[in-house]
């Protein structure tokens, strides 16, 4: 059984360029939440989909918006690319109310 | 912003030796979860403790929680070089699904 797949691994971007980043679920999972991750910081909460849609956003600007698919993958989409939205951007998906489960991650440079 | 703060931000140990984790957090929480990432790759879910748990064991590792004084730590026990990696607290605040917010980590660095 996979688990939390993200897609790609490596990015570079210019600034104001778009990016899609794109996770799919561990099998069983209808629930993706994305997280942003500064070095030597920890992850941020970014938002949460089930049932195709958002259900909760954190601290972030419209700029990052996101898409649930009836198959419970995601994509994580951020405009207007900022030399500060370089990042780790991790996936996680659980079952429900179940254990979160992270993907290896999608690592952004901007430039 | 940040949740939990973990302390120390760095440790380092000899192999053999127990590391402890310390992890304060601000609001009320409904469990308290701990994290391993090993070289800023993904997550690897330790243990979770809830909030009318005190202690709990797994393996070589043990988490106690405080919710009087909204602290959690973790303690590994014989470490191993292995164990290198950065350890991360995380509260789950909602009583539905997992939101997390994270504390910015410690780094633990285990000499063999």
């Known amino acids: 059984d996979a688990g939390v797949t993200q897609s790609p691994t490596h990015l570079i971007k210019t600034r104001g360029q778009q990016v899609t980043l794109r996770c799919s679920p561990k099998?069983?999972?209808?629930?993706v939440s994305w997280y942003q991750q500064a070095l030597g910081q920890g992850p941020q909460f970014i938002f949460q989909?089930?049932?195709?849609?958002?259900?909760q956003r954190g601290n972030f600007p419209d700029r990052f918006s996101g898409h649930q698919f009836p198959n419970y993958s995601s994509e994580l989409n951020v405009n207007a690319l900022l030399l500060g939205d370089s990042a780790l951007y991790l996936c996680a998906s659980s079952p429900g109310t179940g254990e979160a489960f992270f993907g290896q991650g999608t690592r952004l440079t901007v430039v | 912003s940040q949740q939990g703060e973990e302390d120390p931000q760095a440790l380092s140990i000899q192999e053999g030796e127990n590391a402890t984790m310390n992890c304060s957090y601000k609001t009320s929480i409904n469990n308290l979860q701990w994290y391993r990432q090993n070289s800023g790759r993904g997550l690897v879910h330790l243990i979770l403790i809830r909030s009318n748990e005190r202690e709990k064991h797994s393996g070589r590792l043990r988490v106690t929680l405080d919710t009087s004084k909204k602290s959690s730590s973790l303690l590994i026990t014989a470490s191993r070089a292995a164990d290198t990696a950065s350890y991360f607290c995380?509260?789950?605040?909602?009583?539905?699904?997992?939101?997390?917010?994270f504390g910015s980590g410690t780094r633990l660095q285990v000499q063999p």
């Open positions: 995380a509260t789950d605040t909602s009583t539905g699904r997992r939101a997390l917010t």
């Open positions: 989909y089930y049932e195709e849609e958002e259900r």
């Open positions: 099998s069983g999972h209808d629930t």
